[in-house]
T-cell receptor, first 113, second 112 residues
Framework: KQEVTQIPAALSVPEGENLVLNCSFT??????LQWFRQDPGKGLTSLLL?????REQTSGRLNASLDKSSGRSTLYIAASQPGDSATYLC????????????FGQGTELSVKP | DAGITQSPRYKITETGRQVTLMCHQT?????MFWYRQDLGHGLRLIYY???????DKGEVPDGYVVSRSKTENFPLTLESATRSQTSVYFC???????????FGSGTRLTVV
C-alpha cells in the first residue's frame, strides 16, 4: 500500500529565507507527483506536477525535484514571503490504479515578516 | 464559467437524512474523484470515475453512493448521514491517468 509522508509537519521561518519541504513515498510505481498549496478554509491549488520520467520542475520561486528510485521529492521555496504561508501537500498518482492520488499529511508553513 | 464547481459550499444536515453534494466540470475530463479531508487523516479518496457510467471505490467508500451518467457531473450522495461524515469534501478532475488534477473549492458538510 502506498504511503506518503511529509516532513516537517510544521515550519516557521523569517521572511526571505530559502526553505525545503520534504515528501517521501513507499512505492515507486507512480505516474507523477504533484505539489499543492492549501490556504486555510480553501481548496487545493496545484503548484507543480512532475512526471515520473522527470527530475525537476520549476515555477517562479518554486522548484520541485523527484527521485523516484529513492521515493523522495523536495519542494524548494526561494526567498520566502509572508504570502507563502499555507499548507503544502504532496501527492503521488498511482500507476495502473486509475491514476488516483494518495496524499501526504502536509507541511504547515508560516513565514514571519 | 470554465472549471470545476462544487455545490453547495456549506451544508448542515441532520443525522439520518440523505444529502447530495454536486460536482460539475466544464473540460470534459475523463476522470473525476471525490475526497474528504479531516484533521488527523488528511485527504482520503472516497470514490472515483474513469468515464461516464464507470465508477470505483476508493479508500473510504462506506456510506456513500456515486453516479456518473454524464461526463461533466459526478454527484456524491450520503444515503443516511452520520456525524462521522462531518467533513470537507473535495471533488477533482483529470484528463486521464498520468495527468495533473484540478480541485474544486470544496463543500463543508456538518451532520448534527
Amino acid at each position: 500500500k502506498q504511503e506518503v509522508t511529509q516532513i516537517p509537519a510544521a515550519l516557521s521561518v523569517p521572511e526571505g529565507e530559502n526553505l525545503v519541504l520534504n515528501c517521501s513515498f513507499t512505492d515507486s510505481a507512480i505516474y507523477n507527483l504533484q505539489w499543492f498549496r492549501q490556504d486555510p478554509g480553501k481548496g487545493l491549488t496545484s503548484l507543480l506536477l512532475i512526471q515520473s520520467s522527470q527530475r525537476e520542475q520549476t515555477s517562479g520561486r518554486l522548484n520541485a525535484s523527484l527521485d523516484k528510485s529513492s521515493g523522495r521529492s523536495t519542494l524548494y521555496i526561494a526567498a520566502s514571503q509572508p504570502g507563502d504561508s499555507a499548507t503544502y501537500l504532496c501527492a503521488v498518482a498511482l500507476y495502473n490504479q486509475g491514476g488516483k492520488l494518495i496524499f501526504g499529511q502536509g507541511t504547515e508553513l508560516s513565514v514571519k515578516p | 464559467d470554465a472549471g470545476i464547481t462544487q455545490s453547495p459550499r456549506y451544508k448542515i444536515t441532520e443525522t439520518g437524512r440523505q444529502v447530495t453534494l454536486m460536482c460539475h466540470q466544464t473540460w470534459s475530463h475523463s476522470y473525476m474523484f471525490w475526497y474528504r479531508q479531516d484533521l488527523g487523516h488528511g485527504l482520503r479518496l472516497i470514490y472515483y470515475s474513469a468515464a461516464a457510467d464507470i465508477t470505483d471505490k476508493g479508500e473510504v467508500p462506506d456510506g456513500y453512493v456515486v453516479s456518473r451518467s454524464k461526463t461533466e457531473n459526478f454527484p456524491l450522495t450520503l444515503e443516511s448521514a452520520t456525524r462521522s461524515q462531518t467533513s470537507v469534501y473535495f471533488c477533482a478532475s483529470s484528463p486521464g491517468q498520468g495527468y495533473g488534477y484540478t480541485f474544486g473549492s470544496g463543500t463543508r458538510l456538518t451532520v448534527v
